[in-house]
């Protein structure tokens, strides 16, 4: 059962990736993976931050800092030097890779004896359960600033941004500076799950954030699989389906060492299960037909 | 209302694929006038109004709208002024919006977009009565996403977008193009009367002579990236629709 906490827990803290990807690849349309290096700078700044005895309400700000600005090279890169966003995506994020090396001085920084998120805030004496009430609080909270941003002016002409550029740069807006912000806000929300996991976990380890672009992807596919199926247009259920698909995820991989399956070929499990995610629908159409 | 002086454009200078789209194009558009393009293929009238909405940038010349040097404004600024419906019915709107989202986009143009929710039921009310007067019966679909629309809908809608706030100068890129008669003659039914109702002034291309001859008040032929003939008001009504067609024969 513990087992199956611990994912539920670590779905949460990877909603902020999910939420991340969501944005820049269904909102904008643009295949941004930056978050490998945003997730980890996310935590390394974190963990600097922590053992430097700063509290964690002044260290998110910063965290969300980094990705931002993180995110906003990305922009910068493809919209002002019309470079392709993947290319634009690893370019930032093999540089990242200096960048935590050269601010934690190593490649893995223990957060011990520590302040964290999840242990000065008590909500529960059990502290699984502390650290799920304060995530979904955490989750919660963005998850709420997200939705009602979508839903603002600005967060239509976002979402315009990426369905139908002539048409909403004919209705005035700025379009590079548009994926800029975007892109910035994206790896903002990265970064905060690195902020998360560092404190879950209790380190900030420079290879921690290989492979976690997959996670976020995985986790919009599956959403995106129930909001094709069910025909929903609600940016709500459709938030609310992707943090569902960041927990599913875990739950997968959960599920495979479950079973007894290598861990060595965990990686591999979760492309073959995106795979299936993505191509399933699709053989089902096909036969239908 | 738009002054165009000695406007040149050309597309990849020097090299074995250079193309002289607009060749030093001088045109003086008063307030309400409503102008018709026609021209062949290749003739820069495309080029010419994307000079004019801002998404090309001339080589030589300058633009002035309603007074103002927007030689080097870039399109999303000129859209302070300027409305467009562009000829691929996706280009005017956005798919995965819904209608209600499309038109609190237009109705905000020329305005910042902020962070506050813009959509209230006075604006949905206010946006169902405009719709309704299109007569396709679409006012009680607002919540629907635009892409459940078919060609000349989304192109009626458009139009309608484009008088959302305040617009002084709308650009019609052979709107009708992509739909099939009926259709076309619902847009551009919808076009004359807000270019009438909002006194805009209107340019409209058009490969259609028949939708020459019968809308505008002013009536340009382009070839070769220049202005061949330009007939006012007068000379557009005394002209025959046969006339027209021995233009282009």
């Known amino acids: 059962m513990d087992f199956y906490l611990t994912a539920l827990l670590q779905g949460l803290c990877f909603s902020g990736v999910a939420l991340g990807i969501y944005i820049s690849m269904k909102i904008f349309n643009i295949p941004d993976i930056t978050t490998d290096g945003s997730y980890t700078l996310g935590a390394t700044v974190t963990a600097i931050f922590l053992t430097h005895h700063q509290p964690i309400y002044i260290t998110l700000p910063a965290v969300a800092a980094a990705g931002a600005t993180a995110g906003a090279l990305t922009g910068v890169i493809h919209t002002k030097l019309k470079i392709h966003a993947l290319l634009a995506g690893i370019l930032v994020m093999t540089a990242l890779y200096s960048v935590y090396l050269a601010l934690m001085g190593r490649s893995n920084l223990p957060l011990i004896d520590v302040s964290t998120l999840f242990n000065i805030i008590n909500i529960s004496a059990d502290p699984n359960h502390n650290t799920f009430w304060i995530l979904i609080i955490f989750v919660g909270i963005i998850t709420l600033f997200i939705g009602y941003l979508l839903k603002t002016d600005f967060g239509l002409a976002m979402r315009a941004t990426g369905n139908s550029e002539t048409m909403i740069r004919a209705l005035g807006v700025n379009t590079d500076r548009m994926k800029i912000i975007g892109l910035a806000l994206a790896n903002a929300l990265t970064a905060t799950s690195g902020y998360l996991i560092s404190q879950q976990q209790g380190y900030a380890d420079i290879s921690m954030g290989i492979g976690i672009v997959i996670i976020g992807l995985g986790s919009v596919i599956i959403a995106e699989t129930f909001i094709n199926w069910l025909r929903l247009t609600s940016i709500w259920l459709s938030l609310l389906l992707v943090l569902s698909g960041a927990i599913i995820f875990q739950f997968v991989l959960a599920i495979t060492l479950e079973i007894g399956v290598n861990p060595i070929y965990l990686k591999a499990v979760t492309a073959v299960f995106v795979l299936l995610i993505v191509s399933l629908p699709r053989i089902n159409f096909r036969t239908a037909k | ?249």
């Open chain 2, 1 to 249: 209302m738009i002054d165009i002086k000695n406007i040149h454009k050309t597309f990849n200078t020097g090299r074995s694929n250079q193309v002289n789209a607009v060749n030093g194009i001088d045109l003086h558009i008063k307030s309400g006038e409503f102008v018709v393009i026609v021209g062949s293929n290749g003739s820069g009238k495309t080029t010419l109004l994307d000079m004019v909405a801002g998404s090309v940038f001339p080589n030589q010349g300058s633009i002035i709208v309603d007074g103002k040097d927007v030689t080097k404004l870039p399109d999303y600024r000129r859209s302070q002024w300027i409305a467009r419906v562009f000829q691929n019915p996706m280009s005017g709107t956005a798919s995965d919006l819904s209608i209600i989202d499309n038109f609190r986009l237009a109705a905000i143009r020329t305005r910042a977009k902020g962070l506050t929710i813009g959509i209230n039921d006075t604006f949905k009310n206010q946006v169902k009565e405009k719709i309704s007067t299109l007569g396709l019966g679409l006012e009680n679909k607002i919540e629907q996403p635009m892409g459940t629309l078919s060609g000349g809908q989304r192109q009626a809608l458009t139009l309608l977008m484009s008088v959302m706030d305040s617009c002084k100068v709308l650009l019609l890129d052979e709107p009708t193009a992509a739909l099939d008669p009926r259709s076309a003659q619902v847009v551009m039914k919808t076009a004359e009367e807000l270019i009438k109702d909002y006194r805009l002034t209107a340019i409209l291309i058009t490969h259609n002579l028949k939708d020459a001859y019968t809308y505008g008040n002013r009536l340009i032929l382009m070839g070769e990236g220049l202005v061949m003939k330009d007939l006012g008001a007068q000379q557009k009504s005394a002209l025959k629709q046969n006339d027209l067609f021995d233009w282009f024969g």
